[in-house]
């Protein structure tokens, strides 16, 4: 199983990007995937979840309205659109899946047993 995350960059604040997350190995449909981003000097925090099969989605109350998690259970890959960047937002983005995700733990890190290998996203003011 291997997750392999890309998309990151470096923008403007206010400016937008999609981070992509492809997965082999594994059917997504299965999977809950989330990302999870860790900013210097930070704890790595919950970003988004797409929850398995009924596709629910949760997200953190710093990104809810802007950013967008999305699975195409077709292509097997995980999406995260994000608009209005800040520099809050910059951080090393991680892709992550489970296979048993239970929805009272969907925000955990240590719900996830699949990492991707971070893709950094940097935003300027």
């Known amino acids: 199983v291997q997750l392999q995350a890309s998309g990151g960059g470096s923008v403007q604040a206010g400016d937008s990007l999609r981070l992509s997350c492809a997965a082999s190995?594994?059917?997504?449909?299965?999977?809950?995937m989330a990302w999870f981003r860790r900013s210097p000097g930070k704890e790595r925090e919950f970003v988004a979840a797409?929850?398995?099969?009924?596709?629910?989605?949760f997200y953190a109350d710093s990104v809810k309205g802007r950013f967008t998690i999305s699975k195409d259970n077709v292509k097997n890959t995980v999406s995260l659109h994000m608009n209005s960047l800040t520099p809050d937002d910059t951080a090393v983005y991680y892709c992550?899946?489970?296979?048993?995700?239970?929805?009272?733990?969907?925000?955990?890190?240590?719900?996830?047993?699949?990492w991707g290998q971070g893709t950094q996203v940097t935003v300027s003011s």
């Open positions: 992550a899946g489970s296979a048993g995700a239970i929805l009272s733990a969907i925000r955990n890190s240590g719900t996830y047993g699949y």
């Open positions: 190995g594994m059917s997504l449909r299965q999977y809950t």
């Open positions: 797409s929850f398995r099969n009924a596709g629910s989605t």
